[in-house]
């Protein structure tokens, strides 16, 4: 199942006698932004099941001709009734719902749903099936939203790993060392350790909770990884993660195709193009940006690759 079936299924109840709920559980547990999408039609059917039902008064039609004959600029009470006021509202909300969630791209037929007894007699029981949990319904098809709540231990091992953000950056900077001075000093990140705000600890479980099972266990052997290595190397790439965790996504991407394209190099012109961006820092910081931009190496950059590189060469 791909994203634009499994929000076909959200969006259209009749295809959700299709397909089961296995491929719906195994697709959720691997795509985050899915899972998220999911959640948020899950608020939309709370607020609905939450929401007394509004009936318009018996005498409506009566009232909105006499308030249709009343004078220009004045504003009719029927606009101010909280019970015609919540209809509206629940309305809204319904169609914003439907058009955020329903899948882009070229529309599709959604086959129409089988007879009740016709699929229940037609049904192969699989040991993958089972009864599907009841977190999150589509209609009448429960499916489940990253699985079960977290339990206590796995609430500390997520809350006791580094940020993924991080650990997934530590190659780059580690090839980027000609960009950064010998040696840096002061205190690693406060991001780098344990949340200790309730912000903090909550957007580190959600982010647990959406990385999956395989998600989760990458993330433990990044790392566990990066906890094994040398102590003074470790505590270099954390005080360099000081300086770029900041950088928008944009220049992090930026940074990671300049490391890809130090890696296509041979090992003889890798260290001659490292050199000449180590000989930059002798230079002060408006020459320092001149010299970058003509270094041969720059030249074959693209725009976002040289912003990213000089911000980096003009953060020391």
Known sequence: MNCAELRQRIVDPSSASTGGHAPVVAHLQECGECRSLARAFGEVERLFGAADRAFPPDDLDERIR??????????????????????AAVVAI?????????????????????????AIRDAKPTAA????????????????????????????????VRPLEFVEFVPVLVALD???????????????????????VMTRLIAWDDAGPTGRERWLQLDRAFG???????????????VVGGFTPEEKSGLRRIVSRLVE?????RARVSADIRALARYPARERRTRWRSLPFARGLTGQEIASGEKLLLSF
């Open 178 to 200: 000609p960009f950064f001075p010998e040696t840096l000093s002061g205190a690693a990140p406060r991001s780098l350790g344990r949340p200790d705000s309730p912000e903090d």
């Open 129 to 160: 099936e089972g009864p599907p949990p009841a977190i999150l319904a589509i209609r009448s098809t429960p499916i489940a939203v990253g699985g079960a709540p977290l339990s206590d231990a796995e609430k500390a091992q997520a809350l006791g």
């Open 66 to 87: 006499r308030r249709l004959a009343r004078a220009p600029g004045a504003v009719p009470r029927l606009l101010r009734d909280p019970r015609i006021l919540g209809a």
């Open 228 to 242: 094994a290595t040398e102590a003074a190397l470790r505590r270099q790439v954390e005080l360099r993660w000081g």
């Open 94 to 118: 319904a169609i914003g719902a439907g058009l955020l969630l329903r899948p882009r791209g070229r529309e599709t037929t959604a086959a129409p749903a089988a007879p009740r007894s016709q």
């Open 265 to 269: 190099l041979d090992e003889k012109r």
